[in-house]
């Protein structure tokens, strides 16, 4: 009779052997296991310092050039009347303005028609675009024009749907006022050169609208346009727009009010932003530097190592970092980060001693050198331009933390397929053992049934023989 099971036969628990067994095999996985948990941490930190190491070498890269040295501040002694912005390129200056006027867009306003009643009558209404005199009695030099056909049926309401889908230049709203409507033109740019006129054509519809021209003297309803009119310096300028660009090099003045006295302007070096980012190439190198001292150190309170602790590469970074923060530059007064008040601290962080800062800041030039002096020589170049290149290298993709990504990758997956041996290995083992507990089943099943038939035989004959 056939074994269907291992241990029928025999009544050993062979499954619980050859599990055991085969375990036995499996021992070298968990080593390979925690060193793989190993490894994959590693890995996650050698990523986590590429970033950092970028971030780095981008605050650094700021300092190493102009950009970050030249952001000018600009004040106004009544920004609510004059508003005022400066770019990099605008010079140190004050000066004073007086805003004489501001500017304003045309608008023309017709008649107070019945509401939601039609024009009555077809016709063009044309829209020309031009410059409007300063003359008591204002003449109009016209640039293009558009006209608008207007239908019997139309209502205000409609004409102006079909004056703002022209994109004429101007735009069209209805104005309410009880039981009339006004149909108000405005142009939709400021100053006298976006002035326009409106043509309507002799029909009783549309010139019941009652349109005016500033020409027209008394009649006229709506407001004619004007230039913004300043006086800088005394030295009187005028502007289309309230919005004057580069009237003093890379300034912005935004004109907000008529002014009865000067309004005192001032453009200097932005110190406050020299600090942030000066700040930020310290916050960078902080954080990179906790990440290192934290994945290197040995805590003996409760003796656990960091998950680079003895790492030789990356002792090696971590080194090299604080000393280059530690080294000097040639090319200004000041020689080392320290002498500005960036002073390391016994942990290799960095710490901003702000009131000695803000007095280096008074020496900017000597401040910026400190940073951007180009040597031709990494060890005394800049703190910017050593620090920026430095990064860069790391980074690269030959650098120094891409190839420890990628040997740490390489040992994940030789940790792999040391794993899959190991396993492939045991499953063999499982097999044979197995067969050959199988078999040693059999033949003890075999043995055992030959055992009871002697001993049944032996029985029977010593019965017969009483």
């Known amino acids: 009779m056939a074994i269907s099971a291992a241990g029928v036969g025999s009544g050993l628990d062979v499954q619980s052997i050859v599990s055991q067994l085969v375990a036995i095999e499996k021992q070298p996985l968990k080593q390979l296991q925690t060193k793989a948990t190993s ?77 939601d009643v039609a024009a009555g009558a077809a016709g063009d209404l044309k829209i020309e675009l031009g410059t409007w005199s300063e003359d008591a009695i204002p003449t109009f030099s016209p640039g293009s024009s558009v006209s608008v056909t207007i239908a019997a049926t139309d209502t205000v309401g409609d004409i102006a749907s079909k004056i703002n889908a022209s994109n004429a230049g101007v735009v069209a709203t209805v104005l309410r006022d009880g039981t009339n409507e006004r149909l108000v033109v405005k142009s939709t740019a400021t100053g006298m050169s976006s002035g326009f006129r409106l043509n309507t054509p002799a029909d009783t519809g549309l010139s019941g609208l009652g349109f005016t021209n500033p020409s027209d003297g008394a009649s006229f309803v709506g407001q004619t346009a004007l230039d913004a009119k300043v006086k800088i310096n005394g030295v009187a300028v005028a502007s289309a727009t309230n919005k004057m660009t580069d009237v003093v090099p890379g300034v912005t003045l935004q004109l907000n009010q008529v002014t009865t006295s000067a309004v005192d302007v001032s453009v200097a070096n932005d110190q406050d932003a020299i600090q942030k980012n000066i700040q930020g190439f310290v916050d960078a190198y902080n954080v990179l530097n906790s990440t290192l001292g934290d994945a290197t150190k040995y805590t003996a309170a409760t003796k656990t190592a960091g998950a680079l602790q003895g790492d030789a590469t990356t002792l090696g970074l971590q080194n090299a970092l604080r000393s280059m923060m530690g080294s000097t530059s040639s090319g200004s007064t000041f020689s080392y980060l320290s002498d500005v008040g960036i002073e390391r601290q016994t942990d290799g962080s960095l710490k901003i001693n702000t009131t000695k800062l803000t007095s280096s ?10 940073f951007t002096s180009d040597n031709g020589n990494t060890s005394t170049n800049g703190f910017g331009l050593k620090v920026r290149d430095f990064s860069r290298g790391l980074v690269a993709f030959d650098g120094l933390v891409s190839n420890k990504s990628t040997a740490i990758q390489g040992s994940i997956t030789r940790n792999s397929k040391d794993q899959e041996r190991v396993n492939e290995r045991a499953t063999r083992v499982e097999s044979q053992l197995l067969k050959q507990y199988t078999a040693l089943d059999s033949k003890m099943a075999q043995m055992n049934g030959l055992s009871s038939y002697v001993t049944a035989q032996l029985a029977q004959w010593n019965k017969s023989s009483s």
């Open 39 to 115: 490894f994959q941490t590693q890995l996650s930190l050698y990523s986590k310092i590429k970033s950092q190491a970028s971030t780095l070498g981008d605050a650094a890269a700021l300092l190493a050039g102009s950009s970050g040295w030249n952001a000018q501040k600009a004040t106004s002694s009544n920004a609510t009347a004059v508003g005022v912005t400066a770019s990099s390129s605008a010079a140190n200056s004050a000066f004073s303005v007086e805003v004489q006027q501001l500017a304003r867009a045309q608008s023309s306003a017709s008649l107070g028609v019945a509401k």
């Open 361 to 370: 800041q008074q020496d900017l030039s000597n401040l910026k050198n400190l």
